[in-house]
T-cell receptor
């Protein structure tokens, strides 16, 4: 049973517009949520995270929103740039950290 | 500062052959992990280690063994490779679980094909 789900395998956005990547989870015991970015032939790199006690975290062009009642989080990228084209994974961890549970990933394509 | 490195980058095996994937990190991290990535499945945890000399099973441990004899190294072994183990393998490391967010640092991956 997939505890973390990214239901959109791909997303295409025009340069300069907003990209919104979505993630749903089923386990209310998750304590932290993270977004990773992955380019082809490279390992994932950490992008941004949010604690379960917050509903928003912002870092430059990247903002993560958490809706605990809906068990939903989203990553907003504004403005989108061609260099943002990559696969984005959301992940969740339990209190105490350690193991991460990953979603299936969403491939973002930002077109010039 | 190399971060997390993985050896080899690519490998082709025949069914039944064995091999060991090596992961090394120079960040003095306590925790290390092995994941596999398959199309449409995201990254799934195979085994992990919370410190030198310790290992534990993840989501998909069957067919794999691991060892953490030194803090900086984490080895993943396939004793008898099967085509179902064709995948991209990622190693990761992190600080102790006490730090917020559980951010993990990943290596570049090993692409393994089992014929």
């Amino acid at each position: 049973d997939q505890q973390v789900k990214q239901n959109s395998p791909s997303l295409s956005v025009q340069e300069g517009r907003i990209s919104i990547l979505n993630c749903d989870y089923t386990n209310s015991m998750f304590d932290y949520f993270l977004w990773y970015k992955k380019y082809p032939a490279e390992g994932p790199t950490f992008l941004i995270s949010i604690s379960s006690i917050k509903d928003k975290n912002e870092d430059g062009r990247f903002t993560v929103f958490l809706n605990k009642s809906a068990k939903h989080l989203s990553l907003h990228i504004v403005p989108s740039q061609p260099g943002d084209s990559a696969v984005y994974f959301c992940a969740a961890s339990f209190r105490g950290g350690g193991k991460l549970i990953f979603g299936q990933g969403t491939e973002l394509s930002v077109k010039p | 500062n190399a971060g997390v490195t993985q050896t080899p980058k690519f490998r082709v095996l025949k069914t039944g052959q064995s091999m060991t994937l090596l992961c090394a990190q120079d960040m003095n991290h306590e925790y290390m992990y092995w994941y596999r990535q398959d199309p449409g499945m995201g990254l799934r945890l195979i085994h992990y280690s919370v410190g030198e000399g310790t290992t534990a099973k993840g989501e998909v441990p069957d067919g794999y063994n691991v060892s953490r004899l030194k803090k900086q190294n984490f080895l993943l072994g396939l004793e008898s490779a099967a085509p179902s183990q064709t995948s991209v393998y990622f190693c990761a490391s992190s600080y102790s679980q006490g730090l917020a967010g559980g951010e993990q640092f990943f290596g570049p991956g090993t692409r393994l094909t089992v014929l």
